[in-house]
């Protein structure tokens, strides 16, 4: 196969690598690059070490660190990798393990490749990659984890569930997902295998990797930790040693099911870009990209929600007079926030709170007569107790009161009721969408099992009182901003248009206060 690829490097065709891992240089020759960066090959005659180029930039690289793309176009005529033979080549990082049927991986002399033998192309990488992929999956798995379950004296439960999180789960889910896959691969006719439908059949178990990717930031921090002691590098050394592994680091070796799941979208695109309308896989390869680029999609969203929960902690730690318990207890964002009127019943008095709703819950904060930048807690509503009730302009019954843009939440359970009056249409039709917005929210969650692991509570806390600790007193609140134009793009941004808090903080002009903006405290509801 090097020959192969020197045979095209040498004919003027342009040969494409795709890095799977960053690459940071070590000499002053080295080409730099990060992962899914596409590397244009100069020079493959050195096994080990590749010359190459992005941009402007050339380079050696480890040939470890790519993989060839499988069909190689040039600009002006099409110079294509392909696979003669209906075996897969198993190419991978840069190297090949072809059978003696798939010898003949790169094809040279063809100038058109019709579509079908690119389809093939896609196919056979597909299932290569799922090959590899299962292979790094079991190392891992055997390799690293189930040794460092026996080293009790070196890691702790909470320790491995952070390094290793649900590797576990994922390496089950995907060899039922590859078995299925080689069910429906034609080894005769390529072109003709129809993976669509498994991709369809196996779209819920692909959420587990929500999980993962979340507590993947937190496995780097902690096994980066680790290895400033000598005997954690030389015990993960020794692991990769003993398993055969190739020469990447565990970390390296972790981040693959992050990279794994966000490759999906973009192999099913290439796919279906060479399955014609008439192949009858091609509505199921439409339908599963449009699949996986929601789980991606999702997965991205909840991973930046997780980034966010350090926000989140401190402006809780903001607001004075807090009671109960910790918002990161049950909510993970902030959905809206704005000041309205609010009468409840048995007390029918009507007084101006300001509101934050998160999902699971809404908490109530007053401002300081004052000091009308300071919050003070004044209680919480369970969303997932009430219900959500418009409530036409005019005299209310419950309330026996004249009322104009307002809306009611009844307690599920009892005849509490509370009723809601905003000052504009226009903010009373966005607190109806944030409502909306918040139990879809929850719903979603409730799916694929999102929630935020203790550790990344316990690490919020941990960064807010190393904030307040710094700040060298008591944690103050924020300066808290006037209420925004519900009708001011940019703001916010809750479903179709509606705005929501992007947690912005900045910090007031006239006091040194650790946080700022929307957030607020639970407990018990009090009046």
């Not at 900045?506 to 009090?526: A, G, N, V």
Request: include cysteine; proline fraction near 4%; hydrophobic fraction near 35%.
């Amino acid at each position: 196969m090097m020959m192969r690829m020197m045979m095209l490097i040498s004919g003027g065709s342009i040969v494409s690598a795709e890095a799977v891992w960053d690459h940071v240089t070590m000499a002053d020759r080295e080409l730099a690059f990060k992962a899914g960066d596409v590397i244009k090959v100069l020079d493959a005659s050195n096994k080990d070490w590749w010359w190459g180029q992005i941009d402007d930039e050339e380079g050696w690289f480890p040939a470890s660190f790519v993989r060839l793309w499988v069909n190689q176009e040039e600009s002006t005529t099409v110079e294509t990798v392909e696979g003669a033979s209906p075996s897969p080549s198993e190419v991978q990082n840069g190297h090949a393990e072809a059978s003696p049927s798939s010898s003949d991986c790169l094809c040279l002399g063809q100038t058109v490749q019709n579509r079908d033998q690119m389809r093939a192309n896609v196919i056979n990488e597909i299932m290569s990659t799922e090959r590899h992929y299962i292979k790094h999956l079991k190392d891992i798995c055997e390799g690293y984890f189930r040794q460092c379950k026996k080293r009790r004296d070196m890691f702790n439960d909470d320790q491995l569930r952070v390094i290793f999180g649900n590797i576990e789960d994922i390496y089950r889910f995907q060899m039922g997902f590859v078995r299925d896959l080689e069910k429906q691969y034609n080894t005769e006719e390529p072109h003709l295998s129809e993976i669509g439908p498994c991709f369809l059949e196996h779209q819920d178990g692909f959420w587990i990797y929500s999980e993962y990717c979340n507590n993947h930031v937190d496995a780097c921090m902690e096994l980066s930790r680790l290895m400033k002691d000598g005997r954690y590098q030389h015990f993960f050394e020794a692991c990769r040693l003993v398993q055969q592994m190739i020469d990447i680091a565990i970390d390296g070796f972790l981040l693959t099911p992050v990279q794994k799941i966000c490759k999906y979208p973009l192999q099913l695109a290439e796919l279906l870009k060479y399955t014609v309308q008439e192949h009858s896989d091609y509505r199921y390869v439409a339908a599963a990209l449009a699949v996986m680029r929601n789980v991606t999609q999702q997965i991205n969203e909840r991973k930046r929600r997780l980034e966010n929960i350090d926000k989140i902690a401190q402006w809780q730690a903001s607001v004075l007079d807090w009671e109960g318990d910790d918002i990161l207890d049950r909510s993970t964002e902030l959905v809206y926030t704005g000041e309205m009127s609010w009468i409840y019943q048995p007390y029918g008095r009507s007084q101006t709170r300001v509101f934050f709703l998160f999902d699971h819950q809404m908490v109530l904060c007053k401002k300081d007569l004052i000091r009308r930048d300071i919050l003070y807690y004044k209680g919480r509503m369970d969303m997932d107790r009430y219900n959500l009730v418009d409530a036409v302009d005019g005299r209310d019954d419950d309330f026996n009161v004249s009322v104009k843009n307002a809306f009611k939440l009844s307690n599920k359970d009892s005849d509490e009721i509370h009723i809601f009056l905003a000052k504009k249409l226009e903010e009373k039709l966005r607190w109806l969408k944030a409502f909306h917005e918040e139990r879809k929210m929850v719903q979603e969650d409730e799916k694929i099992g999102f929630e935020i692991s203790e550790y990344q509570k316990r690490q919020a806390a941990m960064t807010v009182r190393r904030m307040t600790k710094q700040k060298g007193h008591r944690s103050v609140p924020p300066g808290y901003p006037p209420p925004m134009d519900p009708m001011n793009p940019g703001q916010y941004l809750v479903g179709d248009g509606m705005e929501q808090s992007e947690f912005e903080f900045p910090e007031p002009e006239r006091c040194k206060s650790p946080f700022w903006q929307s957030f607020s405290r639970l407990t018990p509801f009090r009046k």
